[in-house]
């Protein structure tokens, strides 16, 4: 089945730099690729999703790109602001209908 | 927020105790899900039911059972069968189709005592 890894599993950055966190999966079959973002008590809610057809994609300060080739996906944070601080989550699947693996997740710190 | 709810917000229990949690939608979602969170661990999938009466296992269903009679909601049950039950859960939902967002409950920490 698949399997989802993520590094590292805690970050600290100054307030305005930036941030990467990556992910490999092992499932070739696997076209679909969300990010996640709980803030402490709250509930996971999806910031940003990447197919296997695009290579990247940007939504303002966030973007993710997708290596299919060697399995693997980043997630990018520019700008980085106190509020950005949470455990983000990627995950992979066939579809998001389909059964989602997780990654283990990474606790993001941004020092005002 | 609105729309996926899990009751209770916490629960206690007993030691071979059976135990219930809820899980509710009103977003007309096919998919439902339950995961487990655990400190260090992520979400690990329990069981998902993608249409109603059908239900598939997901990586870690030893000691839980699930039924899905109405398509609004998906309720787990924690047996005494589950070795190490202490967690928080967290129930979603997503349309049917190939790429949709995952609407997460505001989960349930269960407490074995």
């Known amino acids: 089945g698949e399997n989802v890894e993520q590094h590292p599993s805690t970050l600290s950055v100054q307030e305005g730099d930036s941030a990467v966190i990556k992910c490999t999966y092992s499932?070739?079959?696997?076209?679909?690729f969300p990010w996640y973002k709980q803030e402490l008590g709250k509930r996971p809610q999806l910031i940003i999703d990447?197919?296997?057809?695009?290579g990247e994609k940007k939504d303002q300060r966030i973007a993710v790109t997708l290596n299919k080739t060697a399995k693997h996906f980043s997630l990018h944070i520019t700008e980085t602001q106190p509020e950005d601080s949470a455990v983000y989550f990627c995950?992979?699947?066939?579809?998001?209908?389909?059964?989602?693996?997780f990654g283990p997740g990474t606790s993001l710190s941004v020092i005002p | 927020d609105g729309g996926i709810t899990q009751s209770p917000k916490y629960l206690f229990r007993k030691e071979g105790q059976n135990v219930t949690l809820s899980c509710e939608q009103n977003?007309?979602?096919?998919?439902m899900y339950w995961y487990r969170q655990d400190p260090g661990q992520g979400l690990r999938l329990i069981y998902y039911?993608?249409?109603?009466?059908?239900?598939q296992k997901g990586d870690i269903a030893e000691g839980y059972s699930v039924s899905r009679e109405k398509k609004e909601s998906f309720p787990l049950t924690v047996t005494s069968a589950q070795k190490n039950p202490t967690a928080f859960y967290l129930c979603?939902?997503?349309?049917?189709?190939?790429?949709?967002?995952?609407?997460f409950g505001p989960g349930t920490r269960l407490t074995v005592l």
């Open positions: 995950a992979a699947s066939e579809t998001s209908y389909d059964k989602v693996i």
């Open positions: 039911s993608q249409i109603v009466n059908d239900f």
């Open positions: 990447i197919r296997s057809n695009v």
């Open positions: 499932d070739s079959a696997s076209n679909y």
């Open positions: 979603a939902s997503t349309v049917s189709g190939s790429y949709n967002e995952q609407f």
């Open positions: 977003l007309n979602h096919d998919a």
